[in-house]
């Protein structure tokens, strides 16, 4: 049972437009969501995250948006850069097995942005 | 400078043999995970840590077994049981029971055996 999901495997947007992924969660538990950027043959790098107290998270160019009521969030990158081509993987966390800081992570989107 | 090392970044070996693939870390945290990702699939959870010479098993720890012996340290054994070692493996840590949820991420170790 996938509890973290990410249903679009990629996404393509031109340099300069916005760059919107999407995350949906089954679990309420989850109280704190992370979003990590990958390129091939790497570790994945930590981006932005959120807490469940808050609706909005931004850092430069990326905003996380959070909807506790539809269990969903979604990374906003503007504008975007050729540089963000990337696999971007959502991760979330919350009081599961005791274990408050284990991560599940989605099966990622890759992001092209093309010049 | 602070970070995760995991060596080597390729690894080959025959099937049949286990193979140890080390994580060390010297950012102080008390937390450390091994996950492994293949195509298409997001990072499934094999093993974590907590804290120095204690862990537990993840989703998918059948055929692996860890070590916690040190706090830089977490190497993961990839035994014989394992039925489909070949992945890419990726090692974690983060502050651990003190906090925050971040995990910092090693640059990986791709394992094929054949």
């Known amino acids: 049972d996938q509890q973290v999901k990410q249903n679009s495997p990629s996404l393509s947007v031109q340099e300069g437009r916005i760059s919107i992924l999407n995350c949906d969660y089954t679990?309420?538990?989850?109280?704190?969501f992370l979003w990590y950027k990958k390129y091939p043959a790497e570790g994945p790098t930590f981006l932005i995250s959120i807490s469940s107290i808050k609706d909005k998270n931004e850092d430069g160019r990326f905003t996380v948006f959070l909807n506790k009521s539809a269990k969903h969030l979604s990374l906003h990158i503007v504008p975007s850069q050729p540089g963000d081509s990337a696999v971007y993987f959502c991760?979330?966390?919350?009081?599961?097995?005791?274990?408050?800081?284990?991560?599940?992570f989605g099966k990622g989107t890759l992001l092209t942005v093309n010049p | 400078d602070g970070g995760i090392t995991q060596s080597p970044k390729y690894l080959f070996r025959k099937e049949g043999q286990n193979v140890t693939l080390s994580c060390e870390q010297n950012?102080?945290?008390?937390?450390m995970y091994w996950y492994r990702q293949d195509p298409g699939q997001g990072l499934r959870l094999i093993y974590y840590?907590?804290?120095?010479?204690?862990?537990q098993k993840g989703d998918i720890a059948e055929g692996y077994s860890v070590s916690r012996e040190k706090k830089e340290s977490f190497p993961l054994t990839v035994t014989s049981a394992q039925k489909n070692p070949t992945a890419f493996y990726l090692c974690a840590s983060s502050i651990g029971p003190r906090g925050l949820y971040e995990q910092y991420f090693g640059p990986g170790t791709r394992l094929t055996v054949t």
């Open positions: 950012l102080n945290h008390d937390a």
């Open positions: 679990n309420s538990m989850f109280d704190y």
């Open positions: 991760a979330a966390s919350g009081l599961s097995g005791g274990s408050n800081y284990k991560l599940t």
């Open positions: 840590s907590q804290i120095v010479n204690d862990f």
